[in-house]
């Protein structure tokens, strides 16, 4: 069956367009045009901007559920994620207002010639074992952004509030250079921590914020699952009786996503180990996501490639040379950086429908989940733009 595929918006519907209008509006720059949805003159009076980033909460999803939630009475519109709608990629997009075209991370596994290794990205760890890739002057941001930051180009306050969880990994406390980085542990603390924070003073603030769990149970359970809507409903309950304490307060609050979810099952995952006559064919393990794969063939063993995709793989996925990609725009517009060429293998294979591709190290621990990312389907692709402004409420 085939699904069908959306491109990234760059032109004014996507996640890199959303940072571009906080960035003009908060005195920085982007080379994107801003949100068509939310133009930076819109916020740029708003004493608070805080920008909430629900990891895995797609606009599919959202639109599954009642509407009388907090997020539908806000809803501005959906918006397009990146490519891939990856949250190693969506990520990095929100610490630095780029584009994968331009900051060049393309997935959860990825190849740093750099280091020559296969890397867990947002890990910075080779994907072979738990150690860090930092090393004298070697950081996330040398490999990833060449050093660019959404908090240092703006001119106001800047403040971010993280898991405590993921607040000193290497990457997050390299990318995020943000001045003031606050911690917590529970979703009702992270409202708190934004709620001390805008009521500190009255000075011109730019506000980052991360919760991770919708993507952790679509994860594990799925994103149709009632462990992933319960809490969706818990969270909303909180976000709601939060704003009314907010009440007062000149603040803007965007809440997006860096993507959405899939859910899929064994039937529909294909494992590498049990095609030797491809894997024979692969240089590396393949890279990037397990809903678009980046591989490196053998020159030797391109038509073997070739051929046993579409033959063994007819109809459940599409192969690219993986240039053809940077040429449809699917990274991003303008020059890219010439790290991505070597970040996005030789071949690209996008799954269709629900399927997925495993290719798994000897030793390494073969975790199948349920939902899944990374892909072109509406439930990846679309995230909700939801845009609360406290004069409203």
């Known amino acids: 069956m085939q699904t069908e595929r959306y491109f990234p918006d760059y032109r004014g519907s996507s996640l890199v367009n959303l940072m571009s209008s906080i960035l003009q509006a908060t005195g920085g720059a982007s080379a994107y045009a801003p949100l068509s949805l939310l133009p930076p003159e819109s916020l740029a009076q708003s004493t608070n901007i805080v920008l909430l980033v629900l990891d895995g ?10 509407e009388q939630t907090v997020f539908h009475r806000h809803l501005a519109g959906k918006i397009t994620s990146i490519f891939p709608s990856t949250t190693a990629a969506g990520i990095t997009t929100f610490m630095t207002g780029l584009a994968p075209q331009q900051h060049a991370v393309t997935g959860w596994f990825m190849l740093l010639k750099e280091l020559g290794c296969v890397a867990t990205t947002l890990k910075f760890q080779p994907r072979c074992c738990e150690a860090s890739l930092q090393r004298k002057g070697v950081t996330p941001p040398a490999l990833y952004s060449n050093g660019t930051s959404i908090f240092a180009q703006m001119r106001r306050a800047t403040y971010s509030v993280d898991l405590a969880s993921l607040i000193n990994t290497d990457y997050n406390s390299r990318m995020n250079d943000c ?3 606050l911690a917590f542990s529970t979703f009702p603390e992270c409202l708190q921590q934004l709620g001390a924070i805008i009521a500190q003073n009255h000075e011109p603030k730019f506000i980052y914020a991360y919760w991770d769990v919708i993507d952790a149970l679509s994860h594990v359970y799925g994103a149709r699952s009632i462990e992933t809507v319960r809490h969706f409903y818990e969270i909303s309950d909180a976000l709601d009786a939060w704003l009314n304490q907010l009440c007062g ?13 899939i859910d899929t099952d064994m039937a529909h995952t294909i494992q590498v180990e049990q095609h030797p006559a491809l894997r024979e064919t692969l240089t590396l393990p393949m890279c990037g996501e397990a809903r678009v794969a980046f591989c490196y063939v053998r020159p030797s063993k391109t038509a073997q490639f070739e051929q046993y995709i579409q033959r063994e793989f007819s109809g459940i996925c599409d192969l690219y040379r993986s240039e053809e990609l940077i040429g449809k725009g699917l990274f991003g517009l303008f020059e890219a950086d010439p790290r991505l060429f070597e970040r ?50």
């Open 249 to 261: 307060q000149d603040t803007t609050l965007i809440i997006t996503a860096d993507h959405g979810l």
């Open 57 to 66: 909460f797609g606009y599919e999803f959202l639109m599954r559920q009642a």
């Open 179 to 181: 001045p003031h980085r």
């Open 344 to 393: 996005i293998g030789d071949y690209a294979i996008i799954m269709r429908s629900n399927y997925v591709i495993r290719d798994f190290l000897l030793g390494e621990k073969e975790t199948f989940y349920v939902g899944y990312h990374g892909g072109l389907s509406a439930e990846e692709m679309f995230v909700p733009l939801v845009v609360i402004r406290c004069q409203t409420l």
